[in-house]
């Protein structure tokens, strides 16, 4: 059965603090694996996306790891910000047919306080 | 702000009545999908149509579900006799295939339309 299982549920840090969020997934086949945040009341929005070839990408304070041996990402978060409080989830998708089915974990819910 | 726009953003209604939600996606894109997510969890897929086709339908659409994309553009998803787990946020997304290769699929989001049936 394809599964993305996120960890930890939750999480509180301080501000300008780093923290790293962790997925793993039983997916296949597998297609590209994504990092989307989620704020309170609002849509998923993309942060990266990386393929099966990718092992790192970045965009601004985020970097996402992907090691597609052990099945796990990471997503890391530098210098955290107030406004970097929402869910990160993680999605990873299913390939091998002409529509990628997105399979959703349930998200880590971060807050950040000052 | 993805492009895609949901409306309503909010709906209220009671157990038995019917409901309507619209989304209109990327107006480039072509693929669209529909998604339910309730507290806590990630979204659960519902349904996608390439353009006006509707090509797969989740075992979560019950009978009581209904979704149309009559002209490849905005699309309607229509609950009837609604109950009261059907409260959720409701999720459209848009995508288009990258031209030339099998692209990302990347799916942009609406902001969504928050269900709850008293």
């Known amino acids: 059965k394809n599964q993305v299982e996120q960890s930890p549920q939750s999480l509180i840090i301080l501000e300008g603090k780093n923290c790293t969020l962790q997925c793993n997934y039983t997916v296949s086949p597998f297609s590209n694996l994504r990092w989307y945040k989620q704020d309170t009341g609002r849509g998923p929005v993309s942060l990266t996306i990386m393929t099966f070839s990718e092992n790192t990408k970045s965009n601004g304070r985020y970097t996402a790891t992907l090691d597609a041996d052990t099945k796990q990402s990471s997503l890391h978060i530098t210098a955290s910000q107030l406004s970097d409080s929402a869910s990160y989830i993680c999605?990873?998708?299913?390939?091998?047919?002409?529509?990628?089915?997105?399979?959703f974990g349930a998200g880590t819910r971060l807050a950040v306080h000052p | 702000d993805t492009g895609v726009s949901q409306n309503p953003r909010h709906k209220i209604t009671k157990r038995g009545q019917n409901v309507t939600f619209r989304c209109d996606p990327i107006?480039?894109?072509?693929?669209l999908y529909w998604y339910r997510q309730t507290l806590g969890q990630g979204p659960e897929f519902l349904t996608y149509?390439?353009?006006?086709?509707?090509?797969?339908k989740s075992r979560l659409l019950s009978d009581r579900f209904s979704a149309e994309r009559p002209k490849g553009s905005f699309s309607t998803l229509e609950i009837q006799r609604t109950e009261q787990g059907d409260s959720a946020m409701y999720l459209c997304?848009?995508?288009?295939?990258?031209?030339?290769?099998?692209?990302?699929?990347?799916?942009?989001f609406g902001p969504g339309t928050r269900l709850t049936v008293l």
């Open positions: 999605v990873v998708s299913a390939g091998g047919g002409g529509y990628n089915k997105l399979i």
């Open positions: 997304a848009s995508s288009s295939r990258r031209p030339g290769g099998r692209g990302y699929n990347e799916q942009f």
């Open positions: 107006s480039e894109h072509n693929r």
């Open positions: 149509f390439q353009n006006e086709a509707q090509l797969e």
